[in-house]
């Protein structure tokens, strides 16, 4: 497979929506391309290109963004959670945030309901990471706070435009997340989650794991304990 440039890159991209296996399957054929629209992105022969996808697997042909690029320069922190957190967690979230801030910290997450928004919202300066198209802000929910975020911090997505936001998306989207940050705190998670998603895909580039502890019969934090079980470090407060 032989890469010509960043033009064929941009537009396999834009004609596939973002899926990484048919962005491959057309630099293997070959495919002819043609002009491309000037739009915002980077690719992976671009200078701005994070290193630290060169350690996955599968690096990102193409990241679309908005906001602030430089942030990408920053040492980063994921701080990642449940949807249907408990308050437990949401106030040590916010603490560590702080904690975080005062370090300098780039928090990144994937912009999801529940602890990442809470941890976007208290931070400084954040990366989210979308599993939809860049123009397409999803959830919903948290559609007007991403679209803040445009403006005010870096927010990515592999995904061009109105690309809508399907399911396998998700965990695909996690693997930048796990590249991106130096660790990775994780506030509560059940075992079979997106959130021990990330985790997994951090293990495998060998970032330090921090899991929030839980009191012994507290099924909510019951992942978290048995990563601090399994050779995590406990996040804990003076």
Known sequence: MKI???????????????????????????????????????????KEYPAVFWQLAYPPFV???????????????AVIGSRNYEEYAADATRKLIKRLNCQGRVIVSGLALGIDIIAQKAAKDTIGILGSGIDNPYPLAN????????????????????????????????????????????????????????????????????????????KAGLACNELISEGAGMIIFD
């Open 4 to 46: 010509k440039c960043r033009e064929q890159l941009i537009y396999y991209s834009l004609k596939y929506q973002g899926e990484y296996a048919a962005i491959l399957q057309a630099l293997k054929e070959d495919e002819t391309y043609g002009m491309i629209p000037n739009i915002d992105c980077i690719t992976m022969l671009d």
């Open 63 to 77: 990241l679309y963004y908005k906001g602030r690029l430089e942030l990408l320069s920053n040492v980063a922190s």
């Open 143 to 218: 559609a007007s706070f991403i679209e803040e975020c445009f403006q005010k911090q870096l927010v990515l997505s592999e995904y061009p435009g109105k690309a809508l936001p399907l399911k396998h998306h998700f965990p695909i989207r996690n693997r930048l997340i796990a590249a991106l940050a130096k660790e990775i705190y994780v506030m509560q998670a059940t075992r079979k989650s997106g959130t021990m998603t990330t985790v997994s895909q951090a293990m495998d580039l060998n970032r330090d794991i921090y899991a929030l502890p839980y009191p012994v019969f507290d």
